[in-house]
């Protein structure tokens, strides 16, 4: 007599097992087919289906998480033999994550005409890339970042951060290099903590919308890229040379729409010269954006020398049609009390600190759930 399979833990049913690594096998075989059209996208939308039968078949077995584990390393071991180390264990895990973090997002299956009697129609076409900005379903398209960049992703727990991170990444064209650094710099709480609940969660669901002053600003900014030595004496020209040195840094550090203009730029004032540090021009505000660099303690001087240098480039450098001049004063660090008290109220001058290391995203994230705590209670 004929012994059945079982089902329990550690058991691999065979014919069931064996249809899944068909389908699977099938979905890889046509995904390879339309790679020349669109590797990226193709690769995504793969890895998210591979999870999907993944997920599929686990939940049609017994003691699922044992069970499942066991499926998994011998899919991994056939389809690395067949396809190369793409599909280790490591990968189809990553896959399953991904397809249970962003199940919502595709309503149904790419290739859900695998169980259909028209299983002969070809895979090739199921997979046809979307026309831009469509998804397979003729909707917004649901994914538009690398796989590389996906798996990197998938390590954020929190899926706000995780979505404000994807947005950045897709509309600003991030590499997965740059998307590691922004998220080392912690750039989600930077900016969260300068905005309210409702600004938090536009982060969320549009990333950093840039319509006003403030939304430019994040403090501190980090500048670890310049390699200057916090414990070493340096001059706010060496400051100054390092920025020009790592420009195109700075300017992805400063955030969205900054164009460079000049260093040490000079203007005449009643016979004396006068020289701003660092000018930019920000082009979604439409308006100048002019940097002094400080290194000692920020002084009520300061602040007045930034307010002269923002009122003559409103007076006699921006047209008008262009908006109203930002000042910045970068220094190591601020006296909030000075500022406040020196500044009238709703000044375009903003004191912003700056560190030459990577922030604790731990601290970052504790000041965040207090703040929006103490918003919560008050």
Not at 266 to 274: I, L, P
Request: glycine content about 6%.
């Amino acid at each position: 007599m004929k012994k059945k399979s079982q089902t329990n833990t550690g058991t691999i049913t065979p014919n069931r097992d064996a249809v899944l690594y068909d389908r699977i096998r099938e979905l890889i075989i046509a995904a390879r087919k339309t790679v020349a059209r669109g590797v990226d996208l193709v690769q995504v939308l793969t890895g998210f289906e591979i999870g999907r039968h993944i997920v599929d078949h686990e939940q049609q077995g017994k003691d699922r998480a044992a069970y499942g584990k066991e499926v998994l390393k011998i899919l991994a071991e056939r389809l690395t033999v067949e396809f190369g180390k793409g599909f280790s264990l490591s990968n189809l895990k990553s896959m399953r994550q991904f397809y249970l973090q962003n199940q919502h997002r595709i309503g149904q299956s790419t290739t859900g005409q695998l169980d259909s009697p028209q299983k002969s129609q070809s895979l090739t076409d199921q997979f046809a890339l979307p026309q831009k900005g469509q998804s397979p379903s003729g909707q917004s398209r649901p994914f538009t970042l690398s796989w590389t960049h996906y798996v990197f992703l998938l390590g954020i727990k929190n899926p706000d951060e995780r979505s404000f991170y994807e947005i950045e990444a897709a509309t600003q064209n991030w590499s997965v290099r740059e998307l590691k650094r922004q998220f080392g710099s912690s750039l989600y709480e930077r900016l969260a903590l300068s905005r309210n609940k409702e600004g938090i969660r536009k982060l969320a669901e549009k990333g950093q919308i840039v319509s006003q002053p403030k939304d430019l600003l994040k403090e501190p900014l980090v500048l670890e890229f310049l390699g200057l030595d916090e414990q070493t004496r340096y001059s706010e020209s060496d400051l100054e040379s390092a920025i020009i040195n790592q420009i195109e840094k700075f300017l992805l550090e400063l955030g969205k729409g900054f164009l460079f203009e000049s260093r040490q730029k000079r203007f005449t004032f009643d016979g004396d010269h006068f020289f701003v540090d660092l000018v930019f021009y920000n082009r979604l505000l439409r308006c100048y954006v002019i940097i002094d660099l400080k290194l000692d303690k920020l002084t009520h001087q300061d602040l007045g020398q930034m307010q002269m240098y923002v009122n003559y480039y409103d007076r006699h450098v921006r047209t008008p049609d262009e908006n109203p001049t930002i000042g910045i004063l970068l220094c190591k660090k601020k006296h909030d009390a000075l500022v406040e008290i020196t500044l009238p109220k709703g000044s375009n001058i903003h004191a912003k600190e700056y560190q030459l290391y990577l922030p604790s995203k731990e601290e970052l994230r504790r000041k965040l759930v207090e703040w929006t705590e103490a918003v919560d209670n008050g």
